[in-house]
């Protein structure tokens, strides 16, 4: 059975989709049926033969109009295989794509996709391989990073992990980052992903033990992804992401795993590039 072909959600074969992805050498957390399943009960996927190619087709309804694009937290998004991909393939796969929506819109670090599309913008993000012990990562290329730490540290900040779902919910509803829907979102996210030992939520506390900023990482083909971040107005005149990030990477230090900044893209490029961060191109691709 070598067909290409569309299949809804819901009669996707779980078992073989998921094998695809954790065979995947481009695999990551966002090609999974379950973190499909949990941003959204509204997706299809592209499958060849006996799941030997996948891709996820996140689909979004509006007044029974049809447009693909990632969910909200569904950051990525790509074609998988355990094996190298022809062009031949990727361009069946898109032109299938097509018959689904012609308003095909994909955030992907795959540059293969842009062979069949009508238009694309490159953006760039960061990743830090973590591998490394923790002393060498280097910070003193500027006192930038310095800076936001001694602020942290002045004001009495500390860190911790094993923070619950209902405290990274709790800090989205109060700052009103998230709306209800999405905030519920999250909440069923970081839980699927605490049971299924993908997920980290790591937080920041001020000097009266109340949470102030958190961080739900996950990870997966030693990849981690920043999947969400929230800080108070407290947190941010503190610099208390800054430190929590560092706490993060403190932690994790030595470990066969590379920490993917993409969600942190509004931090400065000093930031990264003064701790030896990768740049990285990304691209939004209209199909």
Same mark, same amino acid.
């Given at each position: 059975?070598?067909?290409?072909?569309?299949?809804?959600?819901?009669?996707?074969?779980? *078992?073989?989709?998921?094998?695809?992805?954790?065979?995947?050498?481009?695999?990551?957390?966002?090609? =999974?049926?379950?973190?499909?399943?949990?941003?959204? +009960?509204?997706?299809?996927?592209?499958?060849?033969?006996?799941? %030997?190619?996948?891709?996820?087709?996140?689909?979004?309804?509006?007044?029974?109009?049809?447009?693909?694009?990632? =969910?909200?937290?569904?950051?990525?998004?790509?074609?998988?295989?355990?094996?190298?991909?022809?062009?031949?393939?990727?361009?069946?796969?898109?032109?299938?794509?097509?018959? !689904?929506?012609?308003? *095909?819109?994909?955030?992907?670090?795959?540059?293969?996709?842009?062979?069949?599309? #009508?238009?694309?913008?490159?953006?760039?993000?960061?990743? !830090?391989?973590?591998?490394?012990? =923790?002393?060498?990562? +280097?910070?003193?290329?500027?006192?930038? *990073?310095?800076?936001?730490?001694?602020?942290?540290?002045?004001?009495?900040?500390?860190?911790?992990?094993?923070? !619950?779902?209902?405290?990274?919910?709790?800090? @989205? @509803?109060?700052?009103?980052?998230?709306?209800?829907? +999405?905030?519920?979102?999250?909440?069923? $996210? /970081?839980?699927?992903?605490?049971?299924?030992?993908?997920?980290?939520? =790591?937080?920041?506390?001020?000097?009266?033990?109340?949470?102030?900023?958190?961080?739900?990482?996950?990870?997966?083909?030693?990849?981690? +992804?920043?999947?969400?971040?929230?800080?108070?107005?407290?947190?941010?005149?503190?610099?208390?992401?800054?430190?929590?990030?560092?706490?993060? *990477? #403190?932690?994790?230090?030595?470990?066969? $795993?590379?920490?993917?900044?993409?969600?942190?893209?509004?931090?400065?490029? %000093?930031?990264?590039?003064?701790?030896? /961060?990768?740049?990285?191109?990304?691209?939004?691709?209209?199909?």
């Amino acid at each position: 059975m070598s067909e290409i072909r569309i299949i809804k959600n819901k009669d996707i074969d779980t *078992i073989l989709w998921d094998r695809c992805i954790s065979r995947s050498e481009n695999g990551d957390i966002f090609g =999974y049926s379950w973190f499909l399943d949990t941003v959204s +009960n509204d997706w299809f996927g592209i499958v060849k033969g006996n799941y %030997q190619i996948v891709m996820p087709l996140p689909v979004n309804r509006y007044f029974g109009f049809i447009s693909v694009k990632n =969910y909200k937290f569904q950051s990525k998004t790509d074609i998988y295989s355990p094996k190298e991909i022809s062009n031949k393939i990727i361009q069946e796969f898109l032109e299938l794509a097509g018959t !689904l929506s012609k308003h *095909i819109t994909l955030t992907s670090e795959n540059k293969s996709l842009l062979k069949t599309a #009508k238009k694309f913008k490159t953006f760039y993000s960061y990743k !830090l391989d973590l591998i490394r012990p =923790y002393k060498d990562i +280097n910070y003193s290329a500027s006192d930038f *990073i310095i800076k936001q730490l001694n602020s942290s540290e002045s004001h009495k900040t500390f860190f911790n992990t094993g923070i !619950l779902p209902n405290g990274i919910t709790l800090l @989205s @509803s109060l700052t009103k980052s998230l709306n209800k829907k +999405n905030i519920n979102t999250l909440r069923r $996210l /970081a839980a699927t992903s605490l049971r299924k030992n993908s997920g980290h939520i =790591y937080g920041a506390f001020n000097q009266h033990n109340r949470l102030i900023a958190a961080v739900l990482f996950m990870s997966s083909h030693f990849k981690v +992804n920043i999947i969400y971040a929230v800080q108070t107005k407290e947190a941010e005149n503190k610099k208390a992401l800054y430190g929590l990030i560092d706490y993060y *990477i #403190k932690t994790r230090s030595e470990k066969a $795993l590379t920490l993917d900044f993409f969600e942190l893209n509004e931090f400065p490029e %000093q930031f990264f590039s003064e701790m030896s /961060a990768v740049k990285y191109p990304w691209y939004k691709i209209q199909l």
